[in-house]
C-alpha cells in the first residue's frame, strides 16, 4: 500500500466534501490550498498564491498546480488533475518518472457539450447579429437562417463531452456520426442513441463533404495538431459550421479566417485558440460569422461540474491508499 503523509488540495471543496476526503484517508495530513467552504459562488478566476515549499511536501496533488512548481518533485507519488487536458504536465522535466497522473474526463460532458450547443444554435439562428442590431436601437431581418432538425452532424472526438453534444443534436432532429481514433469493440449502449455510426480518423475524409456541422472535442497531439487546415477547410460542405471546444491548436486559423470570408464556412464557433489568450490584434477576431470565447465551456462555470471533479478525486484518493486501480489514468 502506498504511504500517503500529505495531501495538497487545489480543488474548492465544502466542508462536508473536505471531512469525506480525510475520511477517504485517515492518516494523512491535508492541506488546503482554496478556503474550505461554499464553492456554489466562486470568483470568475479563483488565484490563489501556492508556494513551492507546500507543493514539496504533498506526496498527493488534486488539482491542477502550475507545472513550474512541481519541478520534477521526486516525492510526489500522483496527481488527480481537475481538468480534463493534462498534456503540460507529461512535458519532459515535469514530473518525476514515478509520478502517476490522472485526470477529470468525465466531469465536464454537459458544461462543454452545452456551451458548444449554445455557440452552434446562435450561429444557425443568426442571433449574434442580432444581439448587434440591439445595441444599435435597429429593428433589422437578418434573413434566412438554418437548423439542426435533418442535418449531418460530424463528432470528432466522441468520447464523454462529444456523446453529451450528439444526444443534444440527435435531440432536436439531428444525425450524428461520432469519429474516434479506434472504434470500442463493446460500445456503451448510449452510444447507439447518440450516434447513428461510428468511424475512425482514418475515415474523416469522406465524411466531410456531407456533414453540415462539424464540432470537434479533439485533445491535442501530434495527429490533430493543425489538422483543420485549407485542404480540410476546402473539403467541408459549402454553408456548414465548425465548432471546436476541443484543443486551440487544431486549427489553422488564418485558413478558418479565409474560410469564413470567402463563405465557404456559414459560420464558426470556437471556445478555444492558439495562443490563448488570443492577442489583441489577431485578425481572426474581426473574422464573419464567427464566435470566440476564452476557453470558458468547461472550468467550474457550472456547480455539478466542481462536484464531479470533486467526487472524482474522492474516489480516486480512497482507491490509492487502498492499492487499487484508478479512474482516468493518463501515466502511470
Known sequence: MPQVNTVLVKIPVTVEEADTLRAAA?????????????????????RLNIRADRVAKADVILGNI??????????????????????????????APSTIVTNGTGAYGPAVAEHAF????????????????????????????ATLDGAHVLVLGAGDIGLCFARLCTAVGATCVGVRRHIPNSPAPEYALAFSRVTTMDGLVNELPTADVVASFLPSSEETRGLVDGGFL???????????AGRGDLIDQDAL????EDGKLAGAALDVTSPEPLPADDPLWDAPNLIITPHVAGFWHLH?????????ATENLKRYVRGEQLKNVVRG
Open 304 to 312: 455539478a461540474t466542481l462536484e464531479r471533479v470533486v467526487a472524482l
Open 66 to 95: 502550475a507545472p513550474a512548481l512541481i519541478a520534477s518533485s521526486p516525492r510526489l507519488q500522483w496527481i488527480q488533475l481537475g481538468s480534463a487536458g493534462y498534456e503540460p504536465y507529461l512535458a519532459p522535466g515535469v514530473l
Open 234 to 244: 476546402g473539403t467541408m460542405k459549402t454553408g456548414a459550421y465548425l465548432v471546436n
Open 118 to 145: 449554445a455557440m452552434l444554435l446562435s450561429l444557425m439562428k443568426r442571433l449574434p447579429a442580432y444581439q448587434v442590431d440591439q445595441r444599435s436601437h435597429e429593428w433589422s431581418d437578418e434573413g434566412m437562417v
Open 26 to 46: 485517515p492518516g494523512a495530513s491535508f492541506d488546503f490550498a482554496a478556503p474550505v467552504g461554499d464553492t456554489s459562488r466562486l470568483p470568475k478566476t479563483p
Open 257 to 260: 479566417r479565409r474560410a469564413l
